[in-house]
């Protein structure tokens, strides 16, 4: 089962300016093959499927753990993604219809994911940069343990590579701050992978790591989390369950060479996260549309109803 919190994993900073073709960028770790729906699709069904569960219990909850973690990734670009494309926050025009006779959204016809406006109102949608659908064929579980870490230790190197590129093309902090995250998250998940595949194989393919070359003390997004230890942390996601994963992230083991020192340490339940950052409605493009002021009327009654 999965249980939902109504937060970030991590708290993003508010965007200075609207740039959907930040937004656009960003999509390439939402839907890009390396994405976030890629790693999650990845662990969800090779955690579905992993055969002698309780045989192989550290490795089956490690694939199970961070499942729940890549499902948060995937909620936290996406509102990354929304957040780049519809500007600064703020408390919006809550009027509905108007003129639209004047073309007020003439500039999204120059955006480069044209269809993030016309069909998803500057949400997010499992796409690439490109606009096309990230699909199943992305998903790997062949049912083997070793070729499956193996994959996964290949995909979280993938991704990394790729937060890199995206990285580099942008400016706003809302962008930067989503890659720093993910960069600190995804090299915990390539180590724990390398760490798993160690305890089976007798290969350091810790080693390899960071892969690309380049430590996160490189990355300023990258800092804060990596003095308060996320680079040491494994969460479990699950109030109980899980806890087996401490045999192979901990135990002794420390944490990479070229990043902060201190041993690994498995830690019940979630971090603490952020807020998620109102979107608000736009007349023009018909969000949310219907009577605005009605409606926000009677959620405001159901609300006190509820309470
Ligand atoms: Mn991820
Ligand atoms: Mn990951």
Redesign the pocket.
């Known amino acids: 089962m999965f249980m939902r919190v109504d937060k970030l994993q991590a708290a993003l900073p508010a965007p200075r300016k609207a740039d959907p073709n930040a937004a656009a960028a960003l999509q390439e770790l939402l839907g890009g093959k390396y994405g976030e729906m890629s790693?999650l699709g990845n662990y969800m069904f090779q955690s579905f499927n992993f055969r002698s569960k309780d045989k192989l219990r550290p490795f089956y909850s490690l694939v199970a753990s961070?499942t729940a973690?890549?499902l948060g990734?995937v909620e936290l670009v996406s509102n990354g993604v929304a957040m780049l494309a519809n500007g600064p926050d703020n408390d919006g025009d809550m009027a509905s219809g108007g003129d639209i006779s004047k073309t007020p959204m003439e500039a999204m016809k120059d955006i480069r994911s044209f269809a993030s406006f016309a069909s998803a109102g500057g949400g997010a949608l499992p796409v690439n940069s490109n606009s096309m659908s990230w699909n199943a064929d992305m998903v790997t579980t062949t049912g083997n343990v070793v070729v499956d870490l193996l994959h996964n230790f290949h995909l979280?190197c993938g991704?990394r590579l790729h937060k890199l590129r995206v990285y580099e093309t942008l400016s706003d902090p809302t962008g930067r701050e989503v890659c720093g995250y993910l960069l600190v998250?995804?090299s915990v998940?390539a180590h724990a992978y390398a760490l798993a595949l160690k305890q089976i194989t007798g290969v350091e393919l810790e080693k390899f790591l960071p892969t690309p070359n380049i430590p996160l003390d490189k990355i300023p997004e990258c800092q804060k989390y990596l003095q308060e230890g996320s680079h040491r942390r494994l969460y479990t996601w699950s109030p109980n369950d899980y806890k087996e994963i401490s045999g192979i992230w901990g135990n002794g083991e420390q944490a990479l060479p070229t990043d902060p020192p201190g041993e690994l340490e498995v830690v019940d339940g979630m971090p603490e996260g952020g807020k998620i950052h109102q979107l608000t409605g736009i007349p023009s493009a018909f969000t949310p549309d219907y009577a605005p002021e009605e409606m926000f009327e009677i959620a405001t009654k159901l609300y006190k109803a509820s309470r």
């Open positions: 790693t961070i973690e890549e990734h979280e991704a998250r995804g998940h």
